[in-house]
């Protein structure tokens, strides 16, 4: 009975932009079952990418509303459903994805026998043809690399997406935590992800974080430089968190690192140049690129555009000034969706799990079911 709500979810999920793909092993269902109760399964189904109030929900389910708000509650502090606050009203919640969703809400709750199941299923749930098609990240070069000379959107800026915010937190790397468990990565710092807006609000409610300035914020963004860290954020225009990513833990990174060419695998406007008439060869680049792109041949670096994602880190620290950065030519530039809402709108229609008539009549659903539920 519990294996078939498991078989049930799973197929719930699959039907969503991202998909939730099946394996011979089976470790996708291992996954839901350490995360979710066949209870939480159960109700989980219920749930739809459109924000609804438990009162639609618990209706939907056939159970009283006051268990479904308390279950619902308790599933939102779980980090697998997302719980949205409305002023003068009561919760909405809607149905996560898995990844960027309801895993990376298991920050601070990793064991190793989750991370194991984990890494079996990270290379079958990422197909790069699709991320190639439509990432759900994109890459923004750090600050220090952007000359000014350089023409750079507001939205490729990182200090400029801090800027932007109010509400502002600092969470644990979920990637880093889950590599030191299982005994690889490396010591780059682990309270380095940021989250703002509605997603700084959530992860402060779910005690995963912790607030902060935008000060903070940009003192953790230059430590991240030093650290020699990427810069990526969602795929839109409008950032909800700003990931600080190595190659060696982020599961995005190290599914693409292992392309034979990486830079056709991401969301990047820019492209590293290489001046080797002025290289001394001292090889600080190849320390800090996350993607094996540069290496030393007779004392000189040597560039392959092929793995170069343009995140600026052998910019920023070379002695010489060698490298820079250049922005793609225009019909190689990657269009970055206005809200993350219109990116999986556009995963769903590119993979075709989600169309956009299945949005349409799951919000016609939406409306009628509120209109069915007796005063």
């Known amino acids: 009975m519990a294996e078939e709500v498991y078989k049930k979810l799973a197929k719930h999920l699959a039907r969503l932009p991202a998909g939730y793909p099946s394996t011979e092993s089976g470790v996708e269902l291992r996954i839901l079952n350490q995360l979710f109760t066949p209870k939480d399964a159960e109700l989980a189904m219920h749930l739809t990418l459109i924000p609804e109030e438990p009162r639609v929900i618990s209706y939907r389910a056939g159970i009283p509303l006051e268990e479904g708000i308390s279950r619902l509650q308790e599933m939102d502090q779980k980090g697998l459903i997302f719980g949205t606050p409305r002023k003068g009203e009561s919760m909405q919640y809607r149905i996560q994805q898995f990844i960027i969703g309801f895993w990376e809400g298991q920050v601070n709750k990793l064991s190793p026998e989750l991370v194991l199941n984990f890494e079996e299923y990270l290379d079958s749930f990422i197909d790069l043809d699709l991320w190639q098609k ?4 994109r890459t923004i070069p750090v600050g220090e690399s952007i000359r000014v000379k350089t023409d750079v959107m507001p939205y490729e800026r990182a200090e400029e997406l801090v800027k932007a915010q109010t509400i502002l937190a600092v969470n644990n790397c979920i ?15 682990e309270e ?4 703002f807006g509605q997603a700084a609000e959530r992860g402060l409610r779910q005690n995963r974080g912790r607030a902060i300035t935008q000060k903070e914020a940009m003192e953790i963004l230059h430590r991240a430089e030093k650290a020699g860290l990427i810069l990526q954020t969602g795929n839109a225009k409008k950032a909800l968190f700003l990931c600080t990513c190595c190659g060696c833990c982020c599961g995005a990174l190290r599914c693409i690192k292992h392309d034979p060419k990486p830079a056709s695998r991401v969301s990047s406007p820019f492209v590293v140049s290489l001046n080797i008439n002025t290289c001394i ?14 290496l030393l041949d007779e004392g000189k670096a040597i560039l392959d555009l092929n793995r170069c994602i343009g995140c600026g880190l052998c910019v920023s620290t070379c002695p010489t000034n060698s490298y820079s950065l250049l922005r793609k030519p225009k019909a190689k530039q990657p269009y970055v969706p206005g809200t993350l809402l219109e990116t999986y709108v556009r995963l769903g229609h590119v993979s075709g799990r989600m169309r956009l008539s299945s949005l349409i009549h799951m919000k016609i659903k939406s409306a ?8």
């Open 368 to 375: 009628t079911d509120r209109l069915k539920i007796p005063n």
């Open 281 to 294: 060869g001292c090889g600080n680049c190849i320390d800090r690129c996350q993607m094996d792109a540069i």
């Open 175 to 189: 990637c880093r935590q889950e590599q030191r468990i299982i005994g690889k990565g490396c010591n780059k710092p």
């Open 134 to 137: 439509i990432p759900q990240l």
């Open 192 to 195: 380095s992800c940021l989250s």
